[in-house]
């Protein structure tokens, strides 16, 4: 597995990627970054796929600036102007939580770069919350995130996202959640983000209007018991997605790729086969 970095549209992008075969692209999560998806990316290269795991611009070791113009339509174009420089005409879309709406605003905006849709736990699908739109505010908005990243937080809110949480909410795994949002730059960073939610948001930018123009085959996975995204909303993106089909994987939340592996890649493996 290769760590990658490439400037992009003005932007310098970090990803992951191991494997030869067709391209898979993986977006992570809010407070994620691409190390969440190390394990799925070795397992498809071992499937025969070309699997690359990519910082979203402001997390992980993606640029993090200040004044960039966040929201869907710069992160779209910045996933299509990426695979146009990796030489990649399309690429499936495997997107967990927050990822799921950067994936769905690349496929309505760039519809000819996305080959597949699984979205995993998708955002999009909810209002924003007022902890959203307050997070935009500068002094309090970086004052919430400095509070979020101690660990005791950091643990209940991981521990609330997993079904059974014992085995999963490792120190490895809340280390990685506390990096997130630790440090001048990634709360800056997520600051400017959540000052930009009107541009984030599905229903507000108007593409959430435009979901039946997505035509490729979609794939929603759902945790039965996710207390994050609850299951009303998996039913609502189903509805909203015309060439859909929704999975729901019993005893597991917010994180199936991660708490119920195998099920997860069983019916992964299976969607991505016509590829």
Request: glycine residues 8%; charged residues 15%; hydrophobic residues 50%.
């Amino acid at each position: 597995m290769r760590s990658r970095w490439l400037r992009v549209n003005g932007y310098q992008l970090h990803w992951i990627e191991a494997g030869r075969g067709p391209a898979v692209v993986l977006l992570h999560g809010f407070a994620g970054s691409c190390a969440d998806w190390e394990p799925t990316v070795l397992w498809l290269a071992e499937q025969g796929y070309r699997a690359l795991a990519v910082d979203a611009l402001g997390f992980g070791h993606s640029e993090k600036p200040v004044h960039a113009p966040y929201g869907l339509a710069l992160q779209s174009d910045l996933y299509a102007a990426w695979l146009t420089a990796l030489g990649i005409e399309r690429a499936a879309f495997v997107a967990h939580s927050m990822g799921g709406k950067y994936a769905l605003a690349t496929a309505i905006r760039h519809p000819a770069r996305v080959a597949r849709l699984v979205l995993v736990a998708t955002d999009g699908f909810v209002n924003p919350s007022p902890l959203t739109i307050i997070g935009g505010w500068p002094v309090l908005g970086e004052a919430i995130l400095w509070l979020s990243a101690h660990p005791a937080v950091v643990r209940a809110f991981l521990a609330a996202a997993f079904h059974n949480p014992e085995p999963y909410v490792t120190a490895d795994l809340i280390e990685r959640g506390r990096a997130a949002i630790s440090g001048a730059a990634n709360r800056r960073a997520l600051t400017a983000l959540s000052r930009r939610y009107t541009a984030t948001d599905l229903g507000l930018t108007g593409l959430r209007a435009r979901l039946h123009e997505i035509r490729v085959p979609t794939l929603l996975i759902w945790g039965a018991h996710d207390r994050i995204f609850s299951l009303q909303y998996a039913t609502t993106a189903h509805r909203e997605l015309p060439c859909s089909q929704l999975v729901v994987i019993p005893h597991c939340g917010h994180f199936p790729h991660i708490e119920a592996v195998r099920p997860f890649r069983g019916v992964l493996s299976g969607f991505l086969a016509s590829l």
